[in-house]
């Protein structure tokens, strides 16, 4: 009998354990730690953000949906891997530290014979002064990252609704709290569900709403924008945001790195070198990722995390991790069975696995810092990520150490987005977008680096309606209920 | 409708040189018809780029 042990019960981890359960069956073993006792839906956050969903409609408890599964279920944060066993033993194993109630501090070891990594990111609001700290989000902002945060958002948000409603005006500022930023994406659907949000509650007029992140344009999305076919024209995602933006009187900054927080007040660099200011009175920045901080031990008690782990504490895979500058980057550079390289039975997955290089081009100021979108990999690509890896370690298990690895690179696999813009069933909207591939290929496609005939976006009501269904049909799917096997990543 | 996202833009300002949607296309985005055409269009083209990613 074989073990698979999963850190991580997110997109891509729960993805990976539930198929790799149902492929092996009760002769192997498939063990989940995860630290949290829900799974949550992150993707609806946003409307829990703005109070039109509830906590208890993005979460549910994991433990008899993997019960069910016959997953081994430890709520418990992995602390290191110890990939040689130790002195006593060559049976590679984890550390982990229990998080349930009353057995907080209990450690454990976990051994494994196939290791996946997917345990997402450190929300590390401790890089920005004033964002947070090593304990967490701080008390000058708000966040959509966990539906907790979310809900603290809407309570927030509320606050300041029934001060327009008295005459006084409020002032919003959403959207990345650190030049190294990703998700801008989940920031542009707060931006914009908080304006429908306002404008329901008849207090538009009193908000000056205003956009800032690390992008270089606005669109860029950390996938360095894309075109998109529209009335005969390849058109940049820069026209498309920015043509919204002004639809909905929302000015930006852009190019900024956030480098101090205050009490109403963000201090930024921008990407020319120029200082600035700007007050809030509500505002939501998203934090910059990094690994969890998951040490690894060699078997004479050597620390190798450095073996295992990129310097930004993401696992290393099968990347090309020396691609250099810009101008070198190729689509190939990609990772595309996530294995790691040192380790054969370690495996990575979602945010977990260390990306070779950003996807849109790094910049910096003239003063050096670098001010530009990290490379994304949440959403669609996850959860096929974590499929492609859980049937590689299946077949290892089933076929043969020798079986061949299954591929899944995000320079040859699309990802179909939905991004919120205001919920409502007849008057919201959604900018409803494909982009194939997720990193462009411009040796494939020169020019754009993608193919502009699977690459599209527009915003309607229609892209509303796709979205709330996927808030179900991706719950269905996650409980593993009839048919959830038919549902795509 | 048109004018009131026109006066949005500030001369000179960030969005100057934006395309901004007139009253029509404001409108189609909402109407219940079109978007149900809409719908199904997007799904098919959803649909395709998935089973291109599997």
Known sequence: ??????????????????????????????????????????PSNIWVGVGQMSKEDVTFDLAPVYAKAGIIYHQAKALGIHPEGNETSDKPYVVVESTIDGEDGKIENIEYDYLINATGPKLNFAATPGLGDANGLGEFTVSVCTADHAVHANEELEKTIVKMKNGERQKFLIGTGHGLCTCQGAAFEYIFNIEHELNKAGVRDMADIKWISNESFLGDFGVGGLHMKSMGFAVSSKIFAESLFTERNVDWIIGAHVNKVEKGKVHYELLS??????????????????????????????????????????????????????????????????QNPTYGNIFACGIAFAPPHPISKPMSSPNGTPINPTPPRTGMPSGIIGKAVAHSICDRITKGENAPLHEASMADMGAACVASAGKGLFDGTAAAMTIYPVVPDFDKYPGTGRDTDYTFGEIGLAGHWIKHILHHLFIWKAKLKFGWTLIPE | MSKKVESNIKAYGNNFTTMTPGPLAIA????KIWQLIRFVVINIKMIIVVNKSH
């Open chain 2, 28 to 31: 189609m985005r909402t109407c």
């Open chain 1, 273 to 338: 070198g120029e200082m600035g200011e700007e007050e809030f009175d509500f505002s939501m920045l998203i934090p910059p990722f990094a690994g969890v901080g998951l040490k690894a031990i060699a078997k004479d008690g050597t620390d190798i995390t450095a073996t295992l782990f990129a310097p930004n504490g993401f696992l290393k895979v099968d990347a090309n991790y020396a691609a250099g500058a810009y101008e070198n980057w190729k689509a190939s550079d990609w990772p595309k069975t996530y």
């Open chain 1, 1 to 42: 009998m074989a073990r698979l042990v999963v850190l991580g019960g997110g997109v891509s981890g729960h993805t990976a354990a539930t198929f790799a359960a149902k492929w092996l069956g009760s002769a192997h073993e498939v063990v989940v730690v995860t630290p949290n006792s829900k799974w949550n839906w992150i």
